[in-house]
T-cell receptor, first 109, second 116 residues
Framework: DAKTTQPNSMESNEEEPVHLPCNHS???????IHWYRQLPSQGPEYVIH???SNVNNRMASLAIAEDRKSSTLILHRATLRDAAVYYC??????????FGTGTRLKVLA | GAVVSQHPSWVICKSGTSVKIECRSL??????MFWYRQFPKQSLMLMAT?????????EQGVEKDKFLINHASLTLSTLTVTSAHPEDSSFYIC????????????FGPGTRLTVT
């Protein structure tokens, strides 16, 4: 199973953009890049996913490096409700998710 | 769409008793369900993968006789913690997936188990 590396924690000011990095140098051609976030005492919540091209949705944007060995989750305007642990996961079809330690995002008012 | 529920949301039981946790896919048929355990301040650890109608596949180090998993229908999987002990106290989370979604997982809200 391909592994991901994320910073343990990051801080952001409210209303400012946040760039959460993820390294996945052993990614294979069929691995999708998924991002989930988890608020305290809740199950993981889907944020966004992509394969090769950058992706946008109402929650965030996902920027994928050309060699796919890294990606960045972009929250355009952080709010206090975005404070959570963000997990970057590589997923191949029909295989299990392996959660890393994630990045704990703290949003400062 | 793709909503997964868990019941109960929290449970307290006495040491030595058994506890059953249900995981339901509410608006889709889940061919595969996953069970995770999460200790405080730690990441999710996969315990087992279950396919409807088949025996569950347990991850290394997870006792299959202690954590009984049943996936008898396409919308329901259960996890029974047998002879629970305080060290089994944890946050248990299930997820569900189906083949047409390329096995993308949808997570339940979790169940907090406290064994006294």
């Amino acid at each position: 199973d391909a592994k991901t590396t994320q910073p343990n924690s990051m801080e952001s000011n409210e209303e400012e953009p946040v760039h959460l990095p993820c390294n996945h140098s052993t990614i294979s051609g069929t691995d999708y890049i998924h991002w989930y976030r988890q608020l305290p005492s809740q199950g993981p919540e889907y944020v966004i996913h992509g394969l090769t091209s950058n992706v946008n949705n109402r929650m965030a944007s996902l920027a994928i490096a050309e060699d796919r060995k890294s990606s960045t989750l972009i929250l355009h305007r952080a709010t206090l409700r975005d404070a959570a642990v963000y997990y970057c996961i590589l997923r191949a079809p029909v295989t299990k998710y392996i959660f890393g330690t994630g990045t704990r995002l703290k949003v400062l008012a | 769409g793709a909503v997964v529920s868990q019941h109960p949301s929290w449970v307290i039981c006495k040491s030595g008793t058994s506890v059953k946790i249900e995981c339901r896919s509410l608006d889709f048929q889940a061919t595969t369900m996953f069970w995770y355990r999460q200790f405080p301040k730690q990441s999710l650890m996969l315990m087992a993968t279950s396919n409807e109608g088949s025996k569950a596949t347990y991850e290394q180090g997870v006792e299959k006789d202690k954590f009984l998993i049943n996936h008898a229908s396409l919308t329901l999987s259960t996890l029974t913690v047998t002879s629970a002990h305080p060290e089994d106290s944890s946050f248990y989370i299930c997820s569900a997936a189906w083949a047409a979604s390329l096995y993308e997982q949808y997570f339940g809200p979790g169940t907090r188990l406290t064994v006294t």
